[in-house]
C-alpha cells in the first residue's frame, strides 16, 4: 500500500487535490471545513472514492457547531479523539476495507 500526504489550508486547493489526485481510498481531516465546506462535500462525492473523516479532538466534546460535519454522512467512517494517532487508525481502517 502507498500513502501520499498532501495539506493545505486553502478550500480551492484542497477540492483540487481530492479531484484531480489519483488515489483509491480517502483520508481527510476537513479541519474548520468540516462544518462550512460544501466545495469539500462535493468534490468527495463527485470523486467518488472511499473516504475516512479524521479529527484530532474529540469533536463531540467541543462546541456544539462542530457537531455538525457536511462529510461524515458520505464517509465510510469517522474517526475521532485520538490525537495523531487517529491518523493511523485510519490508515489501519482504509487498509482493511
Known sequence: ?????????????????????DYDFLIINPA??????????????????????????NVYKREEFRKKS????IAVGVITGFGMQSYLLAVEAAAAF
Do not use: C, F, W
Open 70 to 73: 457536511l462529510v461524515s454522512d
Open 1 to 21: 500500500m502507498g500513502i501520499t500526504i498532501e495539506q493545505s489550508n486553502t478550500e480551492g486547493k484542497i477540492v483540487e487535490l481530492i479531484t484531480n489526485t
Open 32 to 57: 474548520a471545513y468540516t462544518h462550512t465546506s460544501v466545495a469539500i462535500r462535493d468534490a468527495i462525492l463527485a470523486a467518488n472514492k472511499p473516504t475516512i473523516e479524521v479529527h484530532i479532538s
